[in-house]
């Protein structure tokens, strides 16, 4: 008998902002997998000059509010900057992006949001770089796995980081 489960599965959202200098040229980048780890969806931007702390912080911003764009409201953000990760639970972000933080908290129905090492993100890393590459503001998504991704993330791989 099928399974009739009728909660959607979560998607997992890796993000990353990239600068080039700090501040520099900078571009966000995400990429959307399902519950199964294949790839849905990798977005990327250039943003113009910014810190990579606000870079950062519009990475999970956009990554999010595309997620609502496409009805995937159950969702894992997960990001390489334990340092941006933090504010986001206290919802002491930068004023710019509070108006677009509350928007996202009316309309997404489950939110989990880590940190992880940026040895276990760099397809997230390979999408900002791509955005850096795009003329101004110019948005790229692109379902499935672009062939920029050269390297990904893969669920029963451990990567580690050596000191």
């Given at each position: 008998?099928?399974?009739?489960?009728?909660t959607?599965?979560?998607?997992?959202?890796?993000?990353?902002?990239?600068?080039?200098?700090?501040?520099?040229n900078?571009?966000?980048?995400a990429?959307?997998?399902?519950c199964n780890?294949?790839f849905?969806l990798?977005?990327?931007?250039?943003i113009?000059?910014?810190?990579?702390?606000c870079?950062?912080c519009?990475?999970?911003?956009?990554?999010l509010?595309?997620?609502?764009e496409?009805?995937w409201?159950?969702?894992?953000?997960?990001s390489?900057?334990e340092?941006?990760?933090?504010?986001?639970?206290?919802?002491?972000l930068p004023?710019?992006?509070s108006n677009?933080?509350?928007?996202?908290?009316?309309?997404?129905?489950?939110?989990f949001?880590?940190?992880?090492?940026r040895e276990?993100?760099f397809?997230?890393?390979q999408?900002?770089?791509?955005g850096c590459r795009?003329?101004?503001?110019l948005?790229r998504?692109e379902?499935?796995?672009?062939?920029c991704?050269?390297?990904?993330?893969?669920?029963?791989l451990?990567?580690?980081r050596?000191?």
């Amino acid at each position: 008998m099928a399974s009739t489960n009728s909660t959607p599965p979560t998607t997992k959202i890796n993000t990353y902002g990239a600068s080039r200098g700090n501040p520099g040229n900078a571009g966000i980048g995400a990429t959307y997998r399902n519950c199964n780890g294949d790839f849905l969806l990798v977005y990327h931007r250039h943003i113009g000059v910014s810190t990579s702390y606000c870079a950062e912080c519009l990475a999970i911003v956009e990554g999010l509010e595309v997620a609502i764009e496409k009805g995937w409201l159950d969702v894992w953000i997960e990001s390489d900057s334990e340092v941006v990760v933090k504010p986001f639970g206290t919802s002491a972000l930068p004023w710019q992006l509070s108006n677009r933080w509350k928007y996202i908290l009316h309309n997404i129905q489950k939110l989990f949001i880590t940190s992880t090492w940026r040895e276990a993100n760099f397809s997230a890393d390979q999408a900002a770089n791509q955005g850096c590459r795009l003329p101004d503001n110019l948005r790229r998504v692109e379902d499935g796995k672009p062939n920029c991704l050269t390297r990904w993330e893969h669920s029963d791989l451990h990567y580690y980081r050596f000191s």
